[in-house]
């Protein structure tokens, strides 16, 4: 059985940083490209940031781009997402999701339950 499970979310003040983690299991993790994908409150979902099965290629929303960070340790089937420069429209429950092949391409097929992560002072 396929099991995401993610960590690190919490309260933040502006300026801040947080690091996500997503721990994999049930699939070969290191055949897989991962994502992250987060959801505001009353707001649609929104695609974050993602990375190849290798962790060699990586790709960013603009609104992200330069203040986060992904990686992966395929040794510990884990995906990071580095947080840093928080803003208040980063609020949200993040997801970590799995790709259906290496790449980042023909879709998603499963997703974690989500760490609620809060932006605030």
């Known amino acids: 059985e396929v099991q995401l499970v993610e960590s690190g979310g919490g309260l933040v003040q502006p300026g801040g940083s947080l690091r996500l983690s997503c721990a994999a299991s049930?699939?070969?993790?290191?055949?897989?490209?991962m994502s992250w994908v987060r959801q505001a409150p009353g707001k649609g979902l929104e695609w974050v940031s993602g990375?190849?099965?290798?962790?060699?290629?990586?790709s960013y929303a603009d609104s992200v781009k330069g203040r986060f960070t992904i990686s992966r340790d395929n040794a510990k089937n884990t995906v990071y997402l580095q947080m840093n420069s928080l803003k208040p429209e980063d609020t949200a429950v993040y997801y970590c999701?799995?790709?259906?092949?290496?790449?980042?391409?023909?879709?998603?097929?499963?997703w974690g339950k989500g760490t609620l992560v809060t932006v605030s002072s």
């Open positions: 999701a799995k790709w259906s092949i290496a790449t980042m391409s023909l879709g998603m097929d499963y």
């Open positions: 049930g699939f070969t993790f290191s055949s897989y490209a």
């Open positions: 990375i190849n099965s290798g962790g060699g290629s990586t």
